[in-house]
């Protein structure tokens, strides 16, 4: 089996005390699905790995780089307390899961190599399980997805969807079904589920989403294996497997083009839909909150947002 080695360097200016904290390793293989009708669900064709190390102790070691057929550059993406320090190596994008199996194979031992820090230097070896995705793609059944789309009216009251839950691996011990929605104009998490693989619905608290705003979901089906205590000083190895699904929807109401909300889609409205259009990202500082322009809910406003507009544009007065 191929090895992947992963070097620390030493960090220059901080303490090397000994550290008896613990460090875990982890693969985290995925792939990626769109959901945009009821019933209809289709592949990005984007297989692809992560390979992490982590120790809850800031500066636990410097620059990493994960070497195999070639060197992998390896980004920080925490340091600091509590959560310490955490350190990403990622694979290519792929179109098949086979191609992904041919740079991180199924199964394939990987050794961490680290310099001293705050945590003392060594090594250790970590193994990949072999490749357990499930055998499901996620998907929001019935008429959920057409639902949330048009759920505006009152926001005050409970969702309840349904969803088809996924078959876990009889070996996995950690496996969830995870629901997440996010604001796609100015960010941040709004609502959070994690539930049991073999979960069928979810709802979605009153008075969880905004009025006014775009949304995006994604629900995750993760085989997931855990071994605490493989790591170093009682950290763990963990191998996880992911399907997601994405999702946009959004709470604007039944005429989301007028933008100024008289009623009517007219030249008021063009001039604000070019203002956004300009800017081109939601996420803008100048971006009006709540980015109506973004009639297409993915966070930027584009030529299809255009589209849409003109739509009720030519229309002008707004659909009952």
């Known amino acids: 089996m191929k090895a992947f080695t992963l070097v620390a360097a030493a960090f220059v200016g901080v303490s090397t005390v000994a550290s008896a904290e613990p460090v875990s390793f982890a693969g985290s293989k995925a792939t990626n699905y769109l959901q945009t009708a009821d019933g209809v669900v289709t592949p990005y064709n984007d297989w692809s790995c992560v390979m992490s190390i982590g120790c809850p102790v800031v500066d636990a070691f410097s620059a990493c780089e994960m070497l195999g057929s070639r060197i992998y550059n390896m980004i920080m993406v925490a340091n600091s307390a509590p959560s310490g320090q955490g350190w990403y190596a990622y694979s290519d994008l792929h179109p098949t899961l086979e191609d992904l199996e041919n740079e991180i194979p199924s199964g394939g031992a990987f050794q961490f190599i680290y310099h001293t820090g705050v945590h003392p230097g060594g090594s250790h070896n970590f193994w990949l399980h072999t490749t357990a995705f499930c055998p499901e793609i996620p998907e929001l059944t019935g008429d959920t997805y ?41 960010g941040g998490l709004f609502w959070s589920a994690s539930m049991a693989p073999t979960e069928t619905s979810f709802t979605i608290p009153g008075g969880s989403i905004e009025d006014g705003r775009a949304y995006f979901g994604v629900m995750y089906y993760t085989t997931s294996f855990s071994e605490p205590g493989a790591g170093v000083h009682g950290g763990s190895h963990t191998s996880s497997f992911t399907r997601s699904v994405f999702f946009y929807f959004n709470t604007r109401g039944p005429c989301p083009a007028d933008l100024n909300g008289d009623g009517v889609v007219e030249d008021s409205d063009f001039v604000e839909f070019v203002q956004a259009y300009n800017l081109l990202y939601c996420s803008d500082a100048l971006a009006v909150n709540k980015c109506p322009a973004d009639l297409s809910n993915d966070g930027y406003v584009l030529d299809e947002d255009f589209v849409l507009f003109i739509q009720a544009y030519d229309q002008l007065l707004c659909e009952p």
């Open 146 to 186: 057409s639902r949330l789309s048009t759920y505006k009216s009152d926001l005050s009251v409970d969702f309840t969807g349904s969803m088809n839950g996924f078959t876990d691996d009889p070996g996995a011990n950690a496996s969830s079904l995870n629901f997440v929605v996010y604001d796609v104009g100015k």
